[in-house]
T-cell receptor, first 115, second 112 residues
C-alpha cells in the first residue's frame, strides 16, 4: 500500500539554525498538510497546501515557517530560525483530490530536537 | 477554536476485555476519523465516518458518528496485547482544506 514517507526520522539542531523537514506524499494525492505533536500532547494542525499555495495555516505557523513543493514529489517544511519550543514530532499528511470522503494519510514523522 | 474532548484519558485492561472510548465537540464536524498511534510512529487510520448516525466496523473495531455531528465513539472488542497504543479521534469539516482537529487521545494498555 502506498505511504507517506518523511526524512530524516530524527533531526538535532542548534537553536537559531534553519532546518528543513522533507516529505514525499502519496503519488496521486494533491492536498498536503503539516502537523506538529509536542511530546505527550495531541497532534496540532500547522498548514495545508494545495495547487502550489497555502490554503490555510494555524496561529502556530508564523513567519519563521514556510512550505514548498520544489518538484513533483517532495513537500518540505522549513523553520528559518529554530527555537527551543519548536522541539516536537512533525507529521506530514496527504489526501486524495476527490472532495469529502478521502481521509488524510500520515507519515511516521520527524522528531525535531532543538538544543 | 474548535476542540475535541476525548475520554477516558487512559485505560488499563485485561486481554479479552472490551473497550469503549468517546469524543465530544462543541462544534459540528462533517467527518470523524479514528487513528491509532504507536510510539515513535505516525497516526494510522482505523475508521472513517462521513454520515451522521453512521456505524462502521473494521474487524474488532466499531465506531459511530453521533446524530448531532458533535460526538463519536470507538469500541474495541476482545482486546489483544497489540491493541496497546494511543487512540485519537479527529474531526474535519468539508471545505477548502479539510484540516483535522485532533482529540486529546486515549492511552490503552492491555495486560496479557
Amino acid at each position: 500500500e502506498p505511504e507517506v514517507t518523511q526524512t530524516p526520522s530524527h533531526q538535532v539542531t542548534q537553536m537559531g539554525q534553519e532546518v528543513i523537514l522533507r516529505c514525499v506524499p502519496i503519488s496521486n494525492h494533491l492536498y498536503f498538510y503539516w502537523y506538529r505533536q509536542i511530546l505527550g500532547q495531541k497532534v496540532e494542525f500547522l498548514v495545508s497546501f494545495y495547487n502550489n499555495e497555502i490554503s490555510e495555516k494555524s496561529e502556530i505557523f508564523d513567519d519563521q515557517f514556510s512550505v514548498e513543493r520544489p518538484d513533483g514529489s517532495n513537500f518540505t517544511l522549513k523553520i528559518r530560525s529554530t527555537k527551543l519550543e519548536d522541539s516536537a514530532m512533525y507529521f506530514c499528511a496527504s489526501r486524495h483530490p476527490r472532495q469529502g470522503r478521502q481521509p488524510q494519510h500520515f507519515g511516521d514523522g520527524t522528531r525535531l530536537s532543538i538544543l | 477554536g474548535q476542540q475535541l474532548n476525548q475520554s477516558p484519558q487512559s485505560m488499563f485492561i485485561q486481554e479479552g476485555e472490551d473497550v469503549s472510548m468517546n469524543c465530544t465537540s462543541s462544534s459540528i464536524f462533517n467527518t470523524w476519523l479514528w487513528y491509532k498511534q504507536d510510539p515513535g510512529e505516525g497516526p494510522v487510520l482505523l475508521i472513517a465516518l462521513y454520515k451522521a448516525g453512521e456505524l462502521t466496523s473494521n474487524g474488532r473495531l466499531t465506531a459511530q458518528f453521533g446524530i448531532t455531528r458533535k460526538d463519536s465513539f470507538l469500541n474495541i472488542s476482545a482486546s489483544i496485547p497489540s491493541d496497546v497504543g494511543i487512540y485519537f479521534c479527529a474531526g474535519s469539516s468539508w471545505g477548502a482544506t479539510n484540516k483535522l482537529i485532533f482529540g486529546t487521545g486515549t492511552l490503552l494498555a492491555v495486560q496479557p
